[in-house]
């Protein structure tokens, strides 16, 4: 007995948006109705032959950021926590 129903379903004019060039197109895609893409065929290097960069920050970069901010917040909760403590001992 064959099961019903376990095709995924498919969108025949699914909308895909380029978030690098704002490029619209419509597809077939299994995933959803509106896709954002990063790099479509406009604006990729291979296709259009000039180099854009997208406005993207990778991974290690936001986690440097991100580790870096939390050391600076850190930093300053320890000079303030310092600063408690000479008071602390100034006012004995």
Known sequence: MPKK???P??????KFICTT??????C????REEMRIDVCSNCHPFFSGAQNFANTTGRVEQFK?????KEAINATAQ????????KNKENK
């Open 9 to 14: 379903k498919y969108f025949e004019e699914a």
């Open 79 to 86: 000079k303030n926590s310092e600063d408690q403590k000479s």
């Open 28 to 31: 077939g895609t299994t995933k």
């Open 5 to 7: 129903d376990i095709q």
């Open 65 to 69: 950021s991100k580790f870096a901010r």
């Open 21 to 26: 060039c704002a490029n619209e197109f419509i």
